[in-house]
């Protein structure tokens, strides 16, 4: 099957018919079931749904870090299912970012550091110019020699935000980015998210429970029992909750 054929040539990365399945016999437990969905480059997409639904299974299976029991991932034009794991490491490293509720920085380099981390680590030679842009667009410029420790959550996740986008990766996925924040430094973070996306060209796949932290997202997924269930396009926080108060309803109907 070409991308033409798929219709996903515009798509950051795509799944079709796919299954997640743990366990086998009675105690077998479908994470994912028959999941069909387009990415689109350049664009905010926002992951949601009630607690167990699939969400961050789908995040994980369209990123690399999950293999998938049944169905094809695609990330570009590039098939990951069936990729071995030396390649799908490579990928991972080459051609996505990622941003986690936890901010994973290592405590003993300073911000600057690690945001180039990754890239030192793959032998890489971090472009300056873009580098510099990023950090602008974060708002770490007066922070880059502070560790860590010297460092508030908020300003925390923006170097993780800054890692993930400084090696110019096709696709950031972030999981509950800004769970572990305030909701004004939340609000800091996702704002720059946003703005990597108008102002760098950026495809950020984001999952959240948060109805505000989805109004940022050009787009909405919403997963129900491991379905993708319904899509909000241009979402307000009020439409988004009132989505959601329906949830129960699009699972046993879809």
């Given amino acids: 099957m070409t991308g033409g054929e798929r219709g996903v040539t515009a798509a950051a990365a795509a799944a079709r018919g796919v299954v997640k ?30 607690s167990g639904s699939g969400k961050s299974t789908l995040m994980h299976c369209l990123a690399g870090l999950d293999s998938v029991s049944e169905g094809r991932i695609w ?35 300073n911000a600057i550091e690690n945001i180039t981390l990754p890239m030192d680590i793959a032998g890489r030679k971090p472009d300056q110019q873009w580098t510099d842009r990023v950090i602008q667009t974060v708002g770490l410029a007066g922070r880059l020699k502070h560790r860590p420790n010297q460092l508030s959550g908020g300003q925390q996740q923006r170097v993780a935000v800054a890692r993930a986008l400084a090696a110019r990766p096709e696709i950031i996925f972030g999981d509950e980015p800004t769970g572990n924040l305030d909701s004004r430094a939340g609000a800091e973070v996702l704002g720059f998210l946003r703005r990597s996306v108008d102002e760098l060209g950026q495809t950020i796949v984001m999952v959240t429970h948060d109805p505000v932290a989805a109004s940022y997202a050009d787009r909405v997924l919403y997963l129900a029992d491991g379905r993708l269930v319904d899509e909000m396009h241009r ?20």
Avoid: C, W
Wanted: aromatic content about 8%; hydrophobic content about 40%; glycine content about 10%.
């Fill in 75 to 109: 990330v570009g034009e590039q098939e990951i299912t069936g990729l071995k794991d030396k390649k799908l490491t490579r990928l991972r490293r080459d051609r996505i970012g990622f941003i986690f509720q936890a901010f994973n920085l290592l405590p003993t380099l």
């Fill in 21 to 50: 399945a743990y366990g086998s016999g009675e105690t077998r437990v479908v994470a994912l079931d028959r999941v069909d969905v387009d990415i689109m480059r350049g664009a905010f997409t926002a992951i949601m749904g009630p």
């Fill in 235 to 254: 979402p307000t926080a009020e439409a988004v909750l009132d989505r959601m108060k329906h949830f129960d309803t699009l699972g046993r109907v879809s």
